[in-house]
């Protein structure tokens, strides 16, 4: 009975030409917003019970214990939507048990043990950033690396060096994912970040699956997580918007970030359709800038560039006046702008999408120019003194008076 059941879903998620019916992506993003609904009421208790729980400190803006471990909800709820996909499509089955797509899921199990381990112990910046790397061998060894680098708008192509090549992909790899960890300073920012990528690389995907028909089954990988992924951060906002009822924690942030580089990867061994790969990255694009924003202020002030500090936009923001839910809803126009660009740039490749995305990366930058994250002064420590004393007080003040 059993296996009739499952052979009878098998035809009612599959189209008559062997493809994914779009049925089995409204199942899999109910599935997966069912289950993080109910594992992160689940969390929410149990975490504070085995100490997994962020206390208020001077680099952080909330003033009272918080469970994290929230990642651990999507993790298990992601899992479990992927097998059921696996079990329902046979299409599927083939391109996610593949050997490049099996190490894919290595490495995030890898990346979801240092997460647990990190929330519960607080790994040193050395170790987890040696953790980082393993998680991306695992996956380059699979022969997931980033070879070819093409024009957005499909003009030039370039073939990067086997060892260039390499070491481009791990820093992509462990770039990216920290960008994403990173982005995890204001209740709910992260999650939104990656719901609007996730909803932006779902619609290119199901838009290049059925433009390039000869290059359908590539398109799988990218669809199936990303729309799992969609459900599951909905269901996980409703707990991690303000104020915030539990965090992602490491658990989520580092297994999401790596799961987003990882698609972009994927998407870029496909030669002709490198604006796979660009879609993503556009729509990361005010993570990625805030990370190596911080990323030179560190090195420049001569600090080690892993310690946290408070200034990154979202701090910036909070100290411009704004309150925590308005200025996690600024950050999330930036992204749905870039978004909006990049799938222009998928829809359109011509001189009228590299227009649109000038222009909105311009805004962008201008953003952040208001809120002093582009100040020349600051990144180079000049004015380190009088930020350093007043950063703390500043965020804690304004986060109390908001409430």
């Not at 469970?67 to 479990?80: E, H, R, S, V, W």
């Not at 199990?109 to 393993?134: A, E, N, R």
């Amino acid at each position: 009975m059993m296996q009739s059941l499952i052979i009878n879903l098998r035809n009612y998620f599959t189209t008559g030409d062997g493809e994914i019916a779009y049925s089995l992506y409204i199942a899999l993003f109910l599935i997966a917003l069912f289950l993080t609904y109910i594992l992160t009421m689940v969390l929410i208790k149990i975490a504070p019970k085995i100490g997994a729980v962020d206390e208020p400190s001077s680099k952080k803006i909330h003033n009272v214990p918080v469970p994290k471990l929230g990642g651990l909800a999507i993790f298990i709820a992601f899992t479990i939507t992927i097998g059921l996909a696996i079990l329902f499509n046979s299409t599927v089955a083939s391109e996610l048990l593949s050997p490049k797509t099996s190490a894919i899921f290595v490495g995030l199990f890898v990346m979801l043990i240092l997460g647990i381990y990190d929330d519960l112990k607080h790994l040193s910046w050395m170790w987890k950033f040696t953790f980082q790397i393993v998680a991306a061998c695992i996956v380059i060894r699979q022969g997931l690396v980033i070879t070819n680098m093409t024009n957005p708008l499909g003009l030039t192509t370039l073939k990067l060096p086997v060892m260039f090549g390499f070491f481009f992909t791990i820093m992509w790899l462990v770039g990216l994912t920290n960008a994403v960890n990173l982005s995890d300073g204001l209740d709910g920012l992260a999650t939104g970040i990656v719901l609007i990528v996730s909803g932006v690389t779902f619609a290119n995907s199901l838009y290049l699956m059925q433009t390039r028909p000869e290059q359908y089954q590539l398109f799988i990988f990218p669809a199936v997580t990303s729309v799992c992924i969609l459900g599951a951060a909905v269901a996980f906002l409703k707990f991690n918007f303000y104020p915030a009822r539990i965090f992602l924690g490491d658990t989520g942030s580092l297994f999401l970030g790596f799961l987003i580089a990882c698609t972009a990867v994927r998407s870029s061994q496909i030669s002709t359709t490198t604006v796979a790969f660009v879609v993503p990255v556009i729509a990361l694009g005010l993570p990625i800038l805030d990370t190596t924003l911080a990323f030179l202020r560190r090195t420049a002030r001569r600090r080690n560039p892993f310690r946290a500090d408070l200034d990154h936009i979202h701090h910036r923001m909070i100290q411009s006046g704004l309150s925590h839910p308005q200025a996690v809803l600024v950050l999330y126009g930036f992204c749905i702008l870039l978004g909006g660009a990049a799938l222009v740039l998928a829809l359109k490749k011509n001189q009228f999408a590299g227009m649109i995305l000038f222009i909105l990366t311009v805004i962008t930058l201008i953003g952040f120019k208001k809120f002093g994250v582009l100040d020349v002064t600051r990144l180079w420590g000049m004015k380190k003194n009088n930020d350093e004393i007043n950063n703390s007080s500043k965020l804690k003040s304004s986060s109390k008076n908001k409430k």
